[in-house]
């Protein structure tokens, strides 16, 4: 079969025939492939002093040149594209907090008790004489009356004078604090949670994967 050098077509065997080369990037010698390189010069590589570049479209489809309707320009040897894109996600999501999401734990508490008041009551009677020396559960009496009784008693309305010994009066306070505990309360609305998510996205077509072979040795292509 006659062929234009650099003629690129698909093949569904795996191998390229004589005059034939898989397109698969390769670096020819330019010195061995001079006709060849007269046409594709370093569009798809190479050094340009020493070496060139078949294409290489191993896992791409090929593209038309030139920039169509709406889409974004295509130059001769231009590789583009990617098998996956990375997309982004950004939004908010709802969520609701109720007591049940709540675990088990302790509020400290501080209790202040200085309003307490208490009023204490020193009895004594009119009975006696008593004994000489104070006995446990004994009351304050009269000293008898005789010529060496103390007058320790005064009227209703006395002005208060020394203060006695704060020990020779016992106070009892009674009763309790009141604490009160109560469940967890709430209405349990949902509020929002930003969230950023992100994943790679497959863009490739549907394809079938055949070999590409090109022309290196044939007809030299007359622009006339």
Known sequence: MDAYLGMIMPVAFNFAPPGWMLCQGQLLS???NN??????????????????????????????MGQGAGLNPVNQGDMMGANSTSV??????????????????????????DSFSATSTLH??????????????AALGTT????GSAAIYVGNGATTGV??????????????VDTSTGEN???????????????????MQ????MNYIICVQGIFPSRQ
């Open 185 to 203: 309360t709430g209405s349990g609305a949902a509020f929002a949670v930003p969230v950023t998510t992100s994943a790679n996205a497959s863009v």
């Open 163 to 176: 203060p006695l010994n704060a020990g020779s009066v016992t106070t009892k306070l009674a009763g309790q």
């Open 35 to 64: 006709a060849l390189f007269a046409i594709l010069g370093t569009t798809y590589g190479g050094n340009g002093q020493t070496t060139f570049a078949l294409p290489d479209l191993r896992g791409r489809t090929l593209v038309g």
């Open 124 to 137: 004594a009677t009119s009975a006696g004489p008593g004994a000489a020396a104070p006995t446990e559960g």
């Open 88 to 113: 982004t996600a950004n939004g908010n999501a709802m969520v609701a907090i109720d007591a049940a999401h709540l675990p088990k734990h302790n509020h400290p508490v501080s209790i202040s008790a």
């Open 206 to 209: 549907p394809s079938l994967g």
């Open 144 to 147: 008898g009356g005789g010529p």
């Open 30 to 32: 330019i010195a061995q």
